[in-house]
């Protein structure tokens, strides 16, 4: 028997042993002192060279680095973020001034594209009526909770915050006047989009990888087809939320080290919060 490897972990001689086992090739695996050998007949080591180099161009990560994810963080932040909406939306539409008040934090292209960038957060917590906000709550409850599982209930909320007033803001820049447009919606599709940037860019540097690295994307793409596109909703909003939430994930999947430590979550809920009591109170300035 020729060597064919040495000094392995014993998950990456179990995972060349599978390789050659599948192509066919006869092997040995020897332990010493902890580490792992491999061992084939003298005239099957270049086809197993062969099968192990393509298997590595196929899984790059090395086996002894590759880690299985995080288990799904068990959170009930969405509840809460679809109360807020369910409170928000009780307070404004049993004020007699709610044509005003609309009017004052709604999303107004022409006033948004005018400075006024507060609407692009105060409108994710207007809704038309009822319906409309029971729409979004379900949203929120199925996605946002989903999301939280992902990057933490409190960096997920500052994510889907960030994405949907930047989808809301470059649907402004977009139509540059006439276009009026309340709601969650943007922010859902943005939380829609984050999921599948975070299930994209898991699968692309773990194995198997190839084109099955894409399959999150082409759900999150069928998921605002299907509920992205009712009759009298804003399919560019939905579009840009989900692209929003597409990029911004992935750039925190690939930029940042995820952390699910209290005080990471904590701050990032704190700056929502600031972010959200601030554009309230911008708007304020604006109506007084």
């Not at 928000?88 to 007699?96: G, K, L, M, R």
């Not at 609407?119 to 999301?147: E, K, S």
Request: net charge positive; charged share 10%; with cysteine.
């Amino acid at each position: 028997m020729a060597p064919l490897f040495a000094h392995l972990s014993a998950e990456q001689a179990r995972t060349y042993a599978l390789v050659l086992a599948s192509a066919g090739i006869d092997h040995t695996l020897d332990q010493h002192h902890g580490r792992w050998a491999i061992t084939v007949p003298p005239d099957e080591r270049r086809p197993a060279l062969s099968a192990i180099a393509v298997y590595r161009r196929e899984n790059p990560i090395p086996i002894d680095r590759i880690a299985p994810p995080p288990p799904p963080l068990r959170t009930f932040s969405a509840i809460y973020a679809a109360l807020i909406l369910m409170v928000t939306h009780a307070a404004v539409a049993s004020d007699p001034s709610r044509p005003a008040l609309v009017d004052a934090y709604g999303a107004d292209a022409r006033r948004i594209v005018g400075g006024q960038i507060y609407r692009c957060i105060t409108a994710l917590l207007l809704h038309a009526d009822w319906g409309h906000l029971a729409a979004n709550m379900g949203g929120t409850l199925l996605f946002g909770t989903y999301t939280a599982a992902l990057y933490g209930w409190g960096v997920s909320w500052l994510l889907i915050l960030f994405s949907g007033a930047l989808g809301n803001l470059l649907t402004a820049f977009w139509h540059g006047a006439d276009h009026h447009s309340i709601g969650a919606s943007t922010a859902v599709f943005a939380a829609v989009g984050l999921c599948a940037a975070h299930g994209l860019w898991r699968r692309k540097t773990q194995p198997p990888g190839g084109w099955r690295a894409w399959a999150p994307l082409a759900g999150g793409l069928a998921l605002v087809g299907w509920l992205g596109t009712a009759p009298q909703s804003d399919l560019l909003a939905h579009l840009l939320g989900f692209g929003c939430g597409l990029a911004v994930g992935s750039a925190y999947v690939r930029s940042l080290k995820s952390t699910y430590a209290w005080p990471v979550q904590s701050a990032a809920l704190g700056v929502v919060a600031l972010g959200i009591i601030g554009s309230w109170y911008w708007g304020m300035a604006y109506r007084g």
